[in-house]
């Protein structure tokens, strides 16, 4: 086959994408949902940006933002509503999902407001990991326990 062929050829399959991208509409508003097993926080909720932590690094979501998956680490999301709010919720862990349509969803393992954190409780909980951690025998106790401590750390720096 020629490479003009070839050329051909891929410049025809590359159109259709093209076009994909060329006529993505992007939306003003962002229908924003945060679940967790405890609690469903918002759902569908209209709102101006919400910031997450995750294993890739924190980032900001607005409206117009690019379609995007990531895991979420122990953390806080602070969610920004329309009306000037500011809502600081800790997540264990879980995933974030930015949908063409402009809809954001993150979905938590455990979820709860900052407000209703305990300070002295996730430090007792920190120092408990870090006993659970410094006596694990095997892989998968040292890997359950350097999750409990990693999400401790979280809490604590949360409840500060």
């Given amino acids: 086959m020629s490479f003009a062929l070839r050329s051909a050829r891929l410049a025809a399959l590359a159109r259709p994408s093209i076009r994909m991208v060329q006529s993505r509409g992007y939306a003003d508003e962002m229908a924003f949902t945060l679940a967790a097993a405890n609690k469903v926080f918002y759902d569908s909720a209209n709102i101006r940006q919400v910031d997450v932590p995750s294993f890739s690094g924190a980032f900001g979501i607005l409206p ?32 974030v999902t930015v949908n063409e349509d402009a809809s954001v969803q993150v979905l938590a393992e455990e979820a709860h407001p900052v407000e209703d954190l305990d300070s002295s409780a996730c430090r007792e909980l920190l120092s408990n990991a870090q006993t659970q951690l410094s006596s694990a025998s095997g892989d998968t106790d040292r890997a359950e326990a350097a999750i409990a401590l990693e999400v401790a750390e979280a809490l604590v720096k949360a409840s500060e």
């Fill in 64 to 95: 117009k933002h690019v379609p995007t998956l990531a895991v979420l680490k122990p953390g806080v999301v602070t969610v920004y509503e329309n009306d000037g709010a500011v809502k600081k919720i800790f997540v264990s862990s879980g995933t």
